[in-house]
């Protein structure tokens, strides 16, 4: 998968070093690294943010300085794993809670919360039993399910970081930034994420 972005300057650092992140779990699982290509040359582009004040909402359009970013490759994972139960553990005893028909191997009732993946002893409330297709099984612990179920997609890392500049100025315009009732602030955020969304037209998770 190959794609660009327009990703403000500022943020250009950032993007890398979550990319290098990224890409030593890539390494440590076997995968194929992801590629980031960073156009020498800048370019003006538009963004148009909400700004809040009391019940009114303004729109202000200005002018960031970006690069165009080209992003290649997937997020990190080992292949052909699905997860057919977690287990959380109250008591000490384990309770299942399957997302599909198959029966769990009896040791998953009796080995207790240990992760057979990295191997580190240590108490867990849950974990998860992953059968492979090769009909391997295995169980994870919470910190290395990402090891089978995927990483941070980088694309949407990129994207993130395209928009975010909308949304962390809109914050710090806010005089009851870091102040007051949190629900408040939450109340003002979303507003402004919904008022980028229907500006922009469109969404990314």
Known sequence: MNDKYEVPESRIEELEAKIAKLNRKAAKLGCDPITITISEETKQVE???????????????EIVTAREVTVEGEAPKLN?????????YVGGEPIFHKLSDEELPLRFRTQGAICEHCA???????????KSGADEWKQVGSTCLKDFTGHSNPHGIASYLQWLRDII???????SYGQGDVRELLTRFLTAACAVVRIDGGYVS
């Open 80 to 88: 052909g794993w699905n997860v057919i139960a977690s287990i959380d």
């Open 47 to 61: 963004r148009t943010r909400a700004i809040i004040d009391c019940d009114d909402t303004a729109f202000r359009t």
């Open 169 to 175: 100025v809109f914050m710090e315009d806010t005089e």
């Open 120 to 130: 580190s002893n240590r108490f867990r409330k849950y974990v998860y039993a992953l």
